[in-house]
């Protein structure tokens, strides 16, 4: 009989595991209240366009969420969300594989329980994001690495970089597997696998990826410029004029809130006493180390290290796994915030004592698309906006309207997806609504709002936002 001792025994009840949490994230998704966040409605705008890459990200999500709502017949919140709790559930699989072939089933089963309790997991599992879609090929792509330093054999090093590929199209991030290969192969010789294979595995992931590069290098290199924008600290004249100890800080914080507490403290133990847990760490501390300095120099958020708790959560369970009261404390703590976030989603409206709702910003953007919606169709005018998060909503909300939306002409390159790809064209005749914060002019003359849109109580609580009814030649103008 197996037990989940054995390598082979650990698979039903891993699976069991993940399957009964998914099954419980779906239904409770299904339930959710939440509108689509800024990002969800962008990435849903984009799986409307099959392309090989898109302004600030690579394709792979708009791919899923293409095919998720084709084959569903519907473009609900739930069934653009759908796959992310299921690209979970197979990571967490994945990395089980991993662990009971490094440290045997028992292991295995406890990685498979961590990993789809952990607080970024949980939260993840709600929203869909590149995170959720890297995740399944990151994981694989440590998988088909850890068989190829095995054995050697050459498909492994393909499957490998095809994985990496996949996880690239995902998300940029993914670019820190191969940097823990190169580590690996450079400080532990038992994660060298012969310059054949390496180039095999280059080749297999470079293939894969040749198509967004191709995207990139015919749309001026938008992604590589937005992702310029976002570290910030590459355009200043004085990168090192910013550093903030404090903000460092602040983000090593809240990797403890994406991580899970318990889970942190045991994948920094594991940094601190490597104890042969070294080939799991160069696909870990790179990334913590790089956004840890990003932050230093600008700012960073809390889910740009997420790659590093793929590889680090296999070695905080090795830690946990020694001291099994703490494994099970760090399931409990996670196990409780990955119940109470879909909870909160049921009711997105409850708010401490004189606050915002604590989903605020989940909240409202609908509402607002719908008095915007209504206005154009009243005064039977396209709409044009100035603001990304507005017009995401915009175009999800009015996608069966019929209404003209379109983003201000920019002044210069680009700055979102809108302007890039559904600016105000040229040709525009007659009048448009604005929706902005900036009473704008024309004609030398302040225009006057015909509407101030009800923004109470969501995310847009602290804008002020009016709706203007002026001549498209005067935005052409401006622009």
Aim: a positive charge; proline letters at 7%; charged letters at 10%.
């Amino acid at each position: 009989m197996q037990t989940p001792e054995t390598e082979d025994g650990w698979l039903r009840p891993a699976f069991l595991i993940v399957v009964a949490i998914t099954l419980a994230r779906l239904v409770l998704l299904f339930f959710n209240r939440t509108d689509l966040f800024v990002d969800e409605a962008q990435y849903w705008l984009w799986s409307q366009d099959f392309a090989f890459g898109y302004y600030s990200k690579p394709p792979l999500i708009a791919w899923v969420i293409g095919a998720v709502t084709w084959i569903s017949g519907a473009d609900y919140p739930f069934w653009v969300r759908a796959p992310a709790p299921l690209f979970h559930g197979a990571t967490a699989l994945i990395l089980a594989a991993l662990a009971a072939r490094m440290a045997g089933g028992r292991i295995a089963v406890w990685v498979a329980a961590t990993y789809a309790t952990l607080p970024m997991v949980g939260l993840g599992s709600l929203l869909i994001s590149t995170d959720t879609i890297m995740a399944p090929f990151f994981a694989l792509a440590l998988l088909w690495h850890a068989r190829l330093v095995e054995t050697r054999w050459p498909p492994f090093a393909v499957l490998a970089g095809v994985a990496a590929g996949l996880a690239f199209l995902a998300k940029y991030a993914a670019v820190y597997f191969l940097l823990g290969v190169g580590l690996g192969a450079l400080l532990i010789p038992a994660l060298r696998f012969g310059w054949g294979n390496a180039a095999l595995m280059l080749a297999a992931f470079g293939a894969v990826i040749a198509p967004n590069l191709w995207w990139n290098l015919a749309h001026g290199l938008s992604t590589l410029e937005h992702t310029a924008d976002n570290v910030g600290w590459v355009r200043a004249a004085a990168p090192m004029a910013g550093v903030s100890p404090a903000s460092a800080l602040s983000f090593l914080v809240q990797q403890a809130a994406v991580f899970g507490p318990v889970t942190f403290a045991a994948l920094i133990w594991a940094v601190l006493r490597p104890r042969g847990r070294g080939r799991l760490l160069v696909f870990s501390v790179p990334a913590l180390a790089a956004v840890s300095v990003q932050a230093l120099l600008s700012k960073a958020y809390a889910n740009w290290a997420a790659s590093a708790y793929f590889a680090g959560t296999v070695a905080a369970v090795q830690v946990l796994a020694a001291r099994r009261g703490l494994l099970v404390l760090s399931l409990v703590v996670n196990g409780a915030i990955c119940v109470a976030m879909p909870v909160l989603t049921l009711m997105p409206g409850l708010a401490l004592t004189g606050q915002a709702p604590l989903l605020a910003r989940y909240l409202g953007r609908t509402d607002l698309s719908l008095q915007i919606l209504s206005q154009a169709e009243v005064a039977n005018v396209p709409i044009v906006a100035d603001r990304r998060d507005v017009l995401a909503d915009l175009f999800y909300v009015g996608r069966r309207t019929g209404v003209p939306i379109y983003a201000v002409p920019p002044r210069g390159r680009p700055m979102n997806h809108y302007e890039q790809a559904h600016p105000l064209p040229p040709e525009t005749d007659g009048t448009v609504l604005l929706v902005t914060e900036a009473q704008p002019r024309c004609g030398g003359a302040a225009v006057q709002p015909v509407v101030t849109f009800d923004t109470a109580g969501g995310a847009y609580r602290r804008l002020t936002l009016s709706g203007y009814l002026l001549p498209a030649a005067c935005l052409r103008d401006a622009g």
